[in-house]
């Protein structure tokens, strides 16, 4: 009887499919050793995966909505310039009603619709963002199109913001490309500009 009180409980071999832990790294057999560390090294892998591809979509939503490079930031912002131009609103009506959206698709989500751009570097180091997209007030509808450079060092800049309403002159809210007025006093020959 003193002798059955001494003798430890038999357990169940620690396997990686029932391995909890609870048996201490000492009392484990080189077998038992080798099913734990596999299940620890596999369980190490799957949290590492995981917070591998949260970083990867915290990185990309950053990218593609939070950055001031963004398709995103660049829509919005021009919506904004949009809405708010009293020249737009006179063309395509009231400015809390225009309404900005991509490419028509079969989709009937208003969301679902992509927005056309493209983006490059040149030569020069500068980045080119060109984008175009629908917009339809109360009485009319048109198309934004719009080309954004950003120089090394610098913030962006609209080379040109531009709304065009079939039927009406195209509205330059941006336009870097256009002459300034030319002075009466000055003149033009062999294609240079000559001041007096």
């Known amino acids: 009887d003193?002798?059955?009180?001494?003798?430890?409980?038999?357990?169940?071999?620690?396997?990686i499919a029932n391995d909890d832990g609870r048996v201490e790294w000492k009392e484990l057999s080189v077998g038992e050793k080798a099913a734990r560390t596999t299940q620890q090294t596999f369980n190490f892998g799957i949290i590492l995966t995981g917070l591998v591809m949260t970083g990867g979509c915290a990185y990309f939503l950053y990218k593609e909505v939070f950055s001031m490079d963004s398709k995103t930031v660049q829509f919005n912002?021009?919506?904004?310039?949009?809405?708010?131009?009293?020249?737009?609103?006179?063309?395509?009506?009231?400015g809390h009603k225009i309404r900005a959206f991509g490419e028509p698709t079969w989709n009937r989500w208003a969301r679902a619709r992509p927005i056309a751009s493209n983006s490059h570097k040149d030569a020069n180091g500068t980045e080119h963002f060109m984008m175009h997209f629908?917009?339809?007030?109360?009485?009319?509808?048109?198309?934004?199109?719009?080309?954004?450079?950003?120089?090394?060092?610098?913030?962006w800049a609209y080379k040109?913001?531009?709304l065009d309403v079939r039927g009406q002159p195209k509205i330059y809210l941006e336009n870097a490309?256009?002459?300034?007025?030319?002075?009466?006093?000055?003149?033009?020959?062999?294609?240079?500009?000559?001041?007096?």
């Not at 912002?77 to 009231?94: H, M, P, Q, T, Y």
């Not at 048109?142 to 060092?153: A, D, E, I, M, T």
Request: charged share 30%; hydrophobic share 30%; net charge positive.
């Open 177 to 196: 490309d256009a002459s300034p007025e030319k002075s009466s006093s000055s003149f033009n020959f062999l294609g240079m500009q000559w001041r007096k």
């Open 134 to 155: 629908n917009v339809e007030g109360s009485s009319r509808k048109g198309v934004v199109n719009l080309h954004s450079v950003k120089r090394p060092g610098q913030d």
């Open 2 to 15: 003193g002798l059955s009180s001494t003798r430890t409980p038999s357990r169940k071999a620690v396997t």
């Open 77 to 94: 912002r021009a919506v904004d310039r949009i809405r708010s131009d009293s020249r737009v609103k006179d063309a395509l009506g009231s």
């Open 160 to 162: 040109y913001l531009m």
